[in-house]
């Protein structure tokens, strides 16, 4: 069954600091993972999106890492801020078919 | 740029009502898709089109009708609506289903149907 989990459910960290969030997938045949930034009260917006043959992709002080041999990837927010907070969501696409397979989401609060 | 358009934000219905979510794109994209978003659980696919006059289901159909007639619409249809499909939901389109394409989300419909 093609599934998407994210760890942790919701996380709070202080402004400065570094966090990673974690997404396991077991979509397969893999095409490509991307993760979205979800404010409260708005869509999800696209911050990275990874095929197969890519390890590493940053936007600003969002680095997203993949390993499609373990089926995991994560997302490391550095130098948090307030900003931050929202909802970061795992979504894997596999290369067959119209289809997206969302995880539920990890909930990122940022306090001063 | 206006991106996806949702409208409207907010709505209550009466259970056996019905109504349509309108979902409007100025970015010329081919593909469009309707999801509902439930507490604490991922994003569902409703329905999704790749072009204007083709339509097909996504995960969540039931209860559900769609049209494309243009590019830049793709209204939702709710019949006979139910408490169940009280939830948030959220047009996207992308200019393909391409693996690096990104998809823009408007800022979602919230429906409670009593």
């Known amino acids: 069954k093609n599934q998407v989990e994210q760890s942790p459910q919701s996380l709070i960290i202080l402004e400065g600091k570094n966090c990673t969030l974690q997404?396991?997938?077991?979509?397969?045949?893999?095409?490509?993972l991307r993760w979205y930034k979800q404010d409260t009260g708005r869509g999800p917006v696209s911050l990275t999106i990874?095929?197969?043959?890519?390890n590493t992709k940053s936007n600003g002080r969002y680095t997203a890492t993949l390993d499609a041999d373990t089926k995991q990837s994560s997302l490391h927010i550095t130098a948090s801020q307030l900003s931050d907070s929202a909802s970061y969501i795992c979504v894997v696409s596999p290369n067959t078919g119209n289809q997206f397979y969302f995880g539920t989401g990890t909930s990122l609060t940022v306090i001063p | 740029n206006a991106g996806v358009t949702q409208t409207p934000k907010f709505r209550i219905l009466k259970i056996g009502q019905s109504m349509t979510l309108q979902c409007a794109q100025d970015?010329?994209?081919?593909?469009m898709y309707w999801y509902r978003q439930d507490p604490g659980m991922g994003l569902k696919l409703i329905y999704y089109s790749v072009g204007a006059g083709i339509t097909d289901k996504g995960e969540v159909p039931n209860g559900y009708n769609v049209s494309r007639s243009t590019t830049e619409d793709f209204p939702l249809r709710l019949e006979l609506a139910a408490p169940s499909q009280t939830s948030v939901y959220f047009c996207?389109?992308?200019?393909?289903?391409?693996?690096?394409?990104?998809?823009?989300f408007g800022d979602g419909t919230r429906l409670s149907i009593l």
């Open positions: 997404c396991n997938y077991t979509v397969s045949p893999f095409s490509n």
């Open positions: 996207a389109s992308s200019y393909s289903i391409g693996f690096n394409q990104p998809q823009h």
């Open positions: 970015m010329n994209h081919n593909y």
């Open positions: 990874m095929t197969f043959s890519e």
